[in-house]
């Protein structure tokens, strides 16, 4: 499916179907009224008689519109103007997606002249529009023995003056870069435990270098590992047949010598809980624990896409979490990457013992800012519910930068406190730290842990745990937080740029 912008006059375009909106109380838009006119009042005549209304949610396919080249008119009910927030144009993206699906249509003009959104702004209503109908068109069927019905919809136009066609134009590659980024995310978060393993998850990696140049790729294996010294890393993995792996993917867009920024995934490719065994219900999502590894991997292809003048290493921790002879035992203690020891009281607070030792490699690269994603604790879900990733930083400045970015990208995140109290929770008494600290507060507690290994940097951490998938009929994976870090890494570029050429 390819986007496109065009220019007018409506009346001209040739296309299966030109979709206008009409706001409350049937007032019509500037493209309703320029279409009312070529078709001599007959729109008007529609809200007259109230068959149409403006209402929110309302569509109404209109067949032969007289004075068009287009074959069809579908109009939207843009509703009141306070009904005009993310959450409405996203439902309304969603609504007009669908109907040309099902409509089996071949080519759309959506032209709703920014009316769709309260936010003034064309160059994100546009990406917006492109991230939400591509979303909407996006259909799992790698381990269905029938595949998916191809989609007819080939090409959707969005309408802009001339004088927005450059802006529309930026707002379109972007867009379609970052909902490829998403669903090559889902793509992989949505495959079973038994197909995306560890070593699967580094294929990937290895398939994006063959794609981009600009991507370079290392895989560390176990033997790698233990000579390092990733002792907690390992022991998630031990009790596993699927071995572990460490994947780097360095993305160069700047000068080879600029310092990276850095992402850093959790990539659990199925979390049992290991000996401290998870409950049987619903535990087939845990195949969704790699959430973060998908979000990095995602965002890496989206970044690759956009060809940002950044530097950017992308790390996965990846393991399986399993109970075995050989797994890991609560009450073991382990030596990290750090030298620092952990005491596993809990063998399914296994995320952070995976991460702690990525986040400690990742310090080679001498990082201007860190951030881990990760599905890490079921406290988060309980805090935040499903709609807001969990953000916790020793850097405020970096968090606020990452709120922006969400708020932005309509990807938001909440900021949690990492105050020192709540490291006491901590506490071992027979290793430097526990890996758990209790019910209270457990995903400051998870946090708190990560920040023991990113003294060393900038850090920020982004519990995806409530996020990363849906579950029950519309179970998939959302590929959330993609948008949210092609937005930070977009606006570290143009501040990069602004203050390169000072302009
Ligand atoms: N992957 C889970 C967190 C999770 C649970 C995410 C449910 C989404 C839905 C993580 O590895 C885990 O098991 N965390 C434990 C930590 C606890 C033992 C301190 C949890 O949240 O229960
Ligand atoms: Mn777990
Ligand atoms: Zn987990």
Known sequence: MDFEIVNGPVTELETDCIVIGIEAEGKLSPTAAEIDKAAGGYLNELTTSGDLTGKAGEQQMLFKVPGLNA?????????????RKDRHYRKLVTAITGTLKRSGIASAVIALDGLAS????TYRQTRQFVEWCSAELYQYDATKSKKADPIKLEKVALLLSEDDTELGEGALLDGVAIANGVSAARDV???PGNICTPSYLAERAIALAENYETIKVEILDEAQMEELGMGALLAVGRGSSQPSRLIVMRYTGADKEEQPHALVGKGI?????GISLKPGADMDEMKFDMGGAASVLGTMETLAEMHLPLNVVGIIAAAENMPAGNAVKPG????????K?????NTDAEGRLVLCDALSYAERYNPQSVIDIATLTGACIIALGHQATGL????????????????YAADRAWQLPLWDEFQEQLDSNFADMANIGGRPGGTITAACFLSRFTEQYRWAHLDIAGVAWKSGKQKGATGRCVPLLAQYLLDLAEQKEGGDDAE
């Open 118 to 121: 309260d936010q003034d702004d």
């Open 332 to 339: 073991d203690i382990v030596t990290t990457l750090s030298g």
């Open 189 to 191: 978060a949505n495959l």
């Open 341 to 345: 020891t952990v005491e596993i009281l």
């Open 71 to 83: 074959r069809r008119v579908l109009v939207i009910g843009l509703g009141k103007a306070e009904e």
């Open 392 to 407: 916790l930083s020793n850097d405020q400045a970096l968090a606020d930068s990452l709120l922006d970015a969400g708020e």
């Open 269 to 273: 490719t199925f979390d049992t809980g």
